[in-house]
DNA sequence: ATCTATTGTATCAAAATGATACAATAATGC
DNA sequence: GCATTATTGTATCATTTTGATACAATAGAT
């Protein structure tokens, strides 16, 4: 579900302010997290980003580590504030951190233009560096809740992104790369479908993921090779055509 | 070579007080860099470790990054440092963030007793995430150099490692998991060997990457297949058998 | 009843992989 | 010298995997 959810501007305003009071108190100074959150729907492959502030640019899910967290906790903590989901399938891929992060100077005016004047903490002027995971979801299943300065909770197309902030851009292209490595090695796919599934809808993602047309007969028979395949009930859908069978995830018959 | 190289107890102690001194002023806190450094000889596959003072435990040369430096430079610089080779293979390939990062604390107290007294500086106290970068070297080119607290530089052989402080077993054993994925892709192993090998030496190596046998006739097809290698004129080794050839890496010929 | 689009399965060729055989070579021992 | 031994380079055959195509079954549209 592509919801979308508008804050007023003084909400805006304000939580910037109290979350550059308590910040340094809370979190790790120069450590970030970055999340890279992909769904599936209408056969294309997806990724949550958000509106930052009242520019027309989108950043990726991220938060700060707390300073008695452990890395991984503070990655899914900070995809369930924006999901509100649980067991989400979560990799490490990648740390950027070099100085010049693309166009991040752009941000820290924006951000300082966006409260109306000069924030007595320098939290968002410091060095980060980033530590970036992807997570696997079932979209069908995702709340998007927007915070703080974020005006916006939206599914991009990955072959029609936004204009984002950072090096986001090419963190997203990195992830995209690690999915294609995971999605046969660890079964990674099936995280992104609901509980069942057609053997089209299951070939459509391998495409979208890959990025290439697959040969639907192989695939088929690839796919359920694998024995980890259960099949179900046939799936009439009023289509004037034979009717799928419907699948379901079964690890380890 | 093993080269192995020890300093002095005043030495040691003088280093890490002058560390200690200067550390908050040019690093960025938080944040370290870990290296796996790999070599290949006498068909063993190797691992670069510092001893850590005059402690029986030894740990990844590893450093911290300049606040004016990017990520990527910082490892290339601390593995220069430490090997002063050129051009080296790294590859990023994890961040390690948890808290309780195994025997930390024994390390910490392992420092202040080496220096005799309490630092008025906190710096190894302190919490750090640390990102981690694997490098694949020529060990023949080798000049490992030590610094500061380490007392020895030594290869091990990567089944036979010696204790080892914080999580650095853990970051070995995840380095090579991933130098094994990489190594066909990215023709990774030409990095460990010298200008030119024969097809055993290279036999060896992939064995010593996968941990286990492979049939020597196939593994040749699949390596000469590959397009990459020249085959240069017999090395006449001495030994009671026919010659083998000796290859070199052409990547592109 | 026929047409159309899609699904499930079968089949054949081509490529990759696994297993084995064997001739060539270079020192060793007689 | 000459057979012996260990290793190397290549060939060959069977098996498995992959790519490409054919075709019957189905379910609604006409």
């Known amino acids: 579900m592509t919801k979308i959810d508008i ?3 003084a909400a805006l ?3 910037i302010r109290q979350f550059l009071e308590t910040a340094p108190d809370i979190y790790m100074a120069g450590v970030s997290v970055d999340t890279v959150i992909f769904g599936f729907h209408h056969d294309k492959l997806k990724v949550l980003l958000l509106r930052f502030g009242n520019t027309p640019y989108f950043v990726l899910p991220g938060g700060y580590i707390k300073k008695e967290e452990d890395l991984d906790d503070a990655a899914l903590r900070i995809l369930q504030e924006r999901t509100e989901l649980q067991n989400i399938y979560l990799e490490q891929f990648y ?3 070099n100085i010049s992060r ?3 100077k752009v941000a820290v005016e924006l951000a300082f233009k966006m409260i109306g004047t000069i924030p007595n903490s320098n939290w968002f002027g410091q060095r ?3 530590v970036c995971y992807y997570a696997l979801v ?3 299943k995702v709340n998007p809740v927007t915070e703080a300065f974020f005006t916006e909770v939206k599914w991009f197309d990955i072959n029609k ?3 984002v902030l950072y090096d986001h851009d090419n963190i997203i292209q990195k992830a995209l790369k690690r999915l294609q490595a995971d999605l046969d090695e660890k079964l990674a796919a099936f995280n992104l479908l609901g509980e069942t599934f057609t053997m089209l809808e299951l070939q459509k993602l391998y495409e979208s993921v890959y990025q290439k047309k697959l040969v639907r007969t192989n695939f088929q028979r690839k796919m359920l090779s694998l024995g980890v395949l259960e099949r179900l009930e046939k799936q009439y859908n009023g289509k004037s055509h034979k009717a799928p069978y419907l699948y379901r995830f079964a690890q380890t018959v």
Request: aromatic share 4%; charged share 30%; hydrophobic share 20%.
């Open 7 to 9: 804050i007023s501007d």
């Open 13 to 15: 305003k304000n939580g």
């Open 95 to 97: 740390t950027s951190g």
């Open 102 to 104: 693309s166009n991040e």
């Open 128 to 130: 980060f560096v980033s």
């Open 138 to 140: 079932d979209d069908t």
């Open 161 to 163: 992104l936004p204009r």
